[in-house]
């Protein structure tokens, strides 16, 4: 079935009056990006042409969709906002909450059994609202939206950094905190800056062991962790036809990796094979009526370096495969050089567990690939080292897999484990045996992150990252440096074999099949709907306001932590056992910057409290400091707030009192959602002005009273031994974004004008 048909015939409608007036305003060829952007401006009609990295745009996206880890703190945002239902098409599902741990089953029953208040919550507030809700179980959210909500053209907004996915199926898609997701469901525009555009030329055909997650590897290696931020990626070519729709999404997915704002492809013949193989044949008849819209320009393409502002180009005819990591996800090996940088490296080279799954690579194409490597090990009598976990990307994945036999041939060996239809281990939900002993280990996964302690809380645990065929090519040797393409095993014969390349099907050749696809559709009317949150409830938590600014200008401030290096949401609000407070604001805020090093003492979660001299965990300080009425800032690093679109990271310091985070540079998701909470989001002038803030410091800002567009901020320092240092700080508010912190919080705001109107 086709979910919100109505709604993305309108959105085709209006596209050809759209397009001729973005082309007149712009007076040239526009990318597939431009033609999504200015099809969604809130405005209607293009009146001006907005510049790309400047200019901030209202855009009306299409939809929303929320995973529950997120959900939680959207939603319990939401109900303050006064509205009876949602504006826009809106979505939440069930997958972060539940632990992988012995198998598909007894997991989920577990993850229910725990998670049953935060799930009845949701499944509420979702019935009162509008709101369809993907139950647990159902699979990952991403997997999900791209077999029944993604369509070519199409814009949405989404609870979590890898929304980016659907840019599979041509999508501009992008990750956001729950405040955006509020503006969206309220019926208010949503903001962002214009991006800036990098053109990805694929060339070739992909062949052998390489597959499109190699291509998104070889990516994060050449523009690394930042170097997409603030841009869409648009990948074109030969190339980008020749790749299926969910190796698309792969692609997509870990265009996350690389701060980009989003990625994605024109619409083409793979697109319309997978929506029509997922039932969405209308779709694609109301694609074609104008595909000349959904891809970028002819002219753009032939000339990509006059309409890009960076320009790659990748031959997939000669792409290898990679393994990516440890410990961050643009460090880009190629399979034939990976055993000299280990060795060079110390990186331990057995793998105990290789992990298949995550949003990134859980496709019906991607299991089977994957298991027709297992196929041939088990023909050629080799008996796998490692243990094999699966996590399949949705039921009707997992059905239809099932259904064709490839489960059963991950299950010819004894120690592989097909876990739930979830995130699982990909974001700290796996309770693997022994990791609390933190042993120097490493493991090989087809997910997108490897952060530090990410997968199974262990900080000694070297993950890297590959597709799910060299995953399973590694997990049979046991030895990261196995090279596939080139090595031999030895079977129980003793035989000396080689593993054929891998082969698998773009699509089921029967179709996908589901008995319970886990959708849970919402009362016509809810108003009768109770959403009931006990007051003594350690999971949930009513919102209160944030405090509107007072006018005056922030004196006599601390500083809570000078974070050292690499800060993402990850550092600052762990999730793993912490998910369970997501709902909680006070109770998650337990976890505020307890993974940041401490530039003064290089240790993690030991600050000094100013009050009493003592060092203490860095909520606790955090707390004292609230508790006494002073105020704090924090200071970071380059690319404060990489990864996750958490806006937790955002709230838990402004619930325990920090006014200002202070940074080098910031990730662009994390940056939005410091200002929607009405924190103070602000970077270095002078980056070397990091080095002068010490540990006794005590702070005042001299203009803050004067905050406008284009200003800096002036923050005067006061050393321990008397002497200060007056350090100029830069913002990019605008008069929208500076209201909401005077308001105390973009909802604050929002909850105003409805009162007003």
């Given at each position: 079935?086709?979910?919100?048909?109505?709604?993305?015939?309108?959105?085709?409608?209006?596209?050809?009056?759209?397009?001729?007036?973005?082309?007149?305003?712009?007076?040239?060829?526009?990318?597939?990006?431009?033609?999504?952007?200015?099809?969604?401006?809130?405005?209607?009609?293009?009146?001006?042409?907005?510049?790309?990295?400047?200019?901030?745009?209202?855009?009306?996206?299409?939809?929303?969709?929320?995973?529950?880890?997120?959900?939680?703190?959207?939603?319990?945002?939401?109900?303050?906002?006064?509205?009876?239902?949602?504006?826009?098409?809106?979505?939440?599902?069930?997958?972060?909450?539940?632990?992988?741990?012995?198998?598909?089953?007894?997991?989920?029953?577990?993850?229910?059994?725990?998670?049953?208040?935060?799930?009845?919550?949701?499944?509420?507030?979702?019935?009162?609202?509008?709101?369809?809700?993907?139950?647990?179980?159902?699979?990952?959210?991403?997997?999900?939206?791209?077999?029944?909500?993604?369509?070519?053209?199409?814009?949405?907004?989404?609870?979590?950094?890898?929304?980016?996915?659907?840019?599979?199926?041509?999508?501009?898609?992008?990750?956001?905190?729950?405040?955006?997701?509020?503006?969206?469901?309220?019926?208010?525009?949503?903001?962002?800056?214009?991006?800036?555009?990098?053109?990805?030329?694929?060339?070739?055909?992909?062949?052998?062991?390489?597959?499109?997650?190699?291509?998104?590897?070889?990516?994060?290696?050449?523009?690394?962790?930042?170097?997409?931020?603030?841009?869409?990626?648009?990948?074109?070519?030969?190339?980008?036809?020749?790749?299926?729709?969910?190796?698309?999404?792969?692609i997509c997915n870990m265009g996350a990796e690389i701060g980009a704002t989003t990625s994605t492809f024109g619409y083409d013949d793979s697109m319309r094979r997978y929506l029509s193989a997922t039932g969405r044949q209308d779709v694609v008849d109301a694609a074609d009526k104008i595909a000349e819209h959904l891809?970028?320009?002819?002219?753009?393409?032939?000339?990509?370096?006059?309409?890009?502002?960076?320009?790659?180009?990748?031959?997939?005819?000669?792409?290898?495969?990679?393994?990516?990591?440890?410990?961050?996800?643009?460090?880009?090996?190629?399979?034939?050089?990976?055993?000299?940088?280990?060795?060079?490296?110390?990186?331990?080279?057995?793998?105990?567990?290789?992990?298949?799954?995550?949003?990134?690579?859980?496709?019906?194409?991607?299991?089977?690939?994957?298991?027709?490597?297992?196929?041939?090990?088990?023909?050629?009598?080799?008996?796998?080292?490692?243990?094999?976990?699966?996590?399949?990307?949705?039921?009707?994945?997992?059905?239809?897999?099932?259904?064709?036999?490839?489960?059963?041939?991950?299950?010819?060996?004894?120690?592989?484990?097909?876990?739930?239809?979830?995130?699982?281990?990909?974001?700290?939900?796996?309770?693997?045996?022994?990791?609390?002993?933190?042993?120097?280990?490493?493991?090989?996964?087809?997910?997108?992150?490897?952060?530090?302690?990410?997968?199974?809380?262990?900080?000694?645990?070297?993950?890297?990252?590959?597709?799910?065929?060299?995953?399973?090519?590694?997990?049979?040797?046991?030895?990261?440096?196995?090279?596939?393409?080139?090595?031999?095993?030895?079977?129980?014969?003793?035989?000396?074999?080689?593993?054929?390349?891998?082969?698998?099907?773009?699509?089921?050749?029967?179709?996908?099949?589901?008995?319970?696809?886990?959708?849970?559709?919402?009362?016509?009317?809810?108003?009768?709907?109770?959403?009931?949150?006990?007051?003594?409830?350690?999971?949930?938590?009513?919102?209160?306001?944030?405090?509107?600014?007072?006018?005056?200008?922030?004196?006599?401030?601390?500083?809570?932590?000078?974070?050292?290096?690499?800060?993402?949401?990850?550092?600052?609000?762990?999730?793993?056992?912490w998910l369970k407070y997501r709902g909680h604001l006070d109770n998650i805020s337990n976890n505020m910057l307890i993974g940041a090093v401490n530039a003064f003492n290089m240790e993690t979660n030991k600050v000094k409290n100013q009050l009493t001299g003592e060092y203490g965990e860095v909520p606790a300080v955090?707390?004292?400091?609230?508790?006494?009425?002073?105020?704090?800032?924090?200071?970071?690093?380059?690319?404060?707030?990489?990864?996750?679109?958490?806006?937790?990271?955002?709230?838990?310091?402004?619930?325990?009192?920090?006014?200002?985070?202070?940074?080098?540079?910031?990730?662009?998701?994390?940056?939005?959602?410091?200002?929607?909470?009405?924190?103070?989001?602000?970077?270095?002038?002078?980056?070397?002005?990091?080095?002068?803030?010490?540990?006794?410091?005590?702070?005042?800002?001299?203009?803050?009273?004067?905050?406008?567009?284009?200003?800096?901020?002036?923050?005067?320092?006061?050393?321990?031994?008397?002497?200060?240092?007056?350090?100029?700080?830069?913002?990019?508010?605008?008069?929208?974004?500076?209201?909401?912190?005077?308001?105390?919080?973009?909802?604050?705001?929002?909850?105003?004008?409805?009162?007003?109107?």
């Open positions: 079935m086709t979910f919100d048909i109505d709604m993305i015939k309108k959105v085709y409608e209006r596209y050809p009056e759209r397009i001729a007036a973005a082309r007149q305003i712009t007076g040239k060829p526009l990318t597939l990006a431009e033609k999504i952007l200015y099809t969604h401006l809130w405005e209607g009609n293009a009146t001006q042409e907005y510049e790309r990295g400047n200019s901030y745009v209202d855009f009306a996206p299409d939809r929303v969709a929320m995973q529950d880890a997120t959900a939680q703190m959207a939603l319990l945002q939401f109900m303050q906002a006064g509205k009876t239902k949602v504006a826009v098409p809106s979505t939440v599902h069930a997958d972060h909450l539940i632990q992988a741990r012995v198998g598909a089953e007894q997991d989920l029953q577990e993850g229910i059994n725990k998670n049953s208040e935060v799930f009845n919550f949701l499944s509420s507030v979702c019935d009162k609202y509008g709101i369809g809700f993907w139950k647990p179980g159902a699979g990952i959210i991403h997997q999900v939206v791209l077999e029944n909500y993604a369509f070519p053209g199409g814009m949405m907004i989404g609870t979590d950094s890898h929304t980016v996915n659907a840019g599979g199926l041509g999508m501009v898609a992008i990750g956001v905190g729950g405040a955006d997701a509020v503006d969206v469901m309220a019926g208010m525009a949503w903001e962002l800056k214009m991006p800036k555009l990098i053109g990805i030329k694929l060339t070739g055909k992909l062949n052998g062991w390489t597959s499109a997650k190699d291509v998104i590897l070889k990516v994060a290696g050449i523009l690394t962790v930042k170097g997409g931020t603030g841009c869409i990626v648009e990948y074109f070519g030969e190339g980008a036809k020749s790749l299926s729709a969910t190796g698309k999404g792969t891809t970028g320009d002819a002219e753009v393409y032939a000339n990509p370096e006059q309409y890009f502002d960076q320009l790659i180009e990748i031959d997939l005819s000669t792409l290898s495969p990679h393994l990516n990591g440890p410990f961050t996800p643009d460090l880009a090996t190629p399979v034939a050089e990976f055993r000299a940088k280990a060795e060079a490296n110390g990186w331990p080279l057995e793998v105990e567990w290789a992990l298949i799954g995550s949003c990134t690579n859980s496709s019906y194409e991607d299991l089977s690939r994957a298991a027709s490597i297992v196929e041939d090990a088990f023909a050629k009598g080799v008996k796998p080292k490692a243990i094999l976990g699966i996590n399949p990307g949705s039921e009707q994945v997992k059905f239809t897999a099932e259904r064709d036999g490839f489960l059963d041939s991950f299950r010819k060996f004894e120690n592989a484990r097909i876990f739930t239809n979830a995130c699982g281990p990909c974001i700290g939900q796996w309770d693997r045996e022994g990791s609390e002993k933190g042993e120097k280990n490493s493991i090989i996964h087809s997910f997108n992150r490897n952060f530090a302690k990410r997968a199974d809380g262990n900080p000694n645990t070297h993950a890297f990252v590959a597709s799910p065929e060299m995953v399973a090519a590694v997990a049979i040797s046991g030895r990261l440096d196995f090279n596939p393409i080139t090595d031999t095993l030895t079977n129980e014969a003793g035989e000396q074999v080689k593993l054929n390349e891998p082969t698998g099907f773009e699509l089921p050749a029967k179709g996908f099949a589901v008995d319970d696809n886990g959708y849970q559709a919402p009362s016509e009317d809810g108003s009768k709907v109770e959403v009931v949150v006990s007051p003594t409830s350690d999971r949930l938590q009513l919102l209160e306001e944030f405090p509107a600014w007072d006018g005056l200008n922030i004196t006599g401030a601390f500083v809570l932590i000078k974070v050292f290096g690499k800060c993402t949401t990850d550092h600052i609000s762990m999730a793993g056992p955090a707390r004292a400091y609230k508790a006494a009425g002073v105020p704090s800032i924090v200071v970071g690093d380059e690319n404060y707030g990489e990864g996750s679109s958490r806006e937790h990271a955002a709230m838990e310091p402004r619930h325990l009192g920090v006014k200002a985070v202070l940074v080098k540079s910031f990730a662009r998701i994390h940056e939005t959602n410091l200002k929607k909470q009405g924190m103070l989001a602000l970077t270095f002038n002078d980056k070397s002005d990091y080095d002068k803030i010490q540990e006794d410091d005590v702070l005042d800002f001299l203009d803050l009273d004067q905050f406008s567009v284009g200003k800096p901020l002036t923050i005067v320092f006061h050393h321990k031994d008397g002497s200060k240092d007056t350090v100029v700080t830069n913002h990019t508010y605008n008069q929208a974004q500076i209201d909401w912190f005077k308001a105390g919080s973009a909802l604050n705001l929002i909850k105003k004008m409805e009162k007003e109107s």
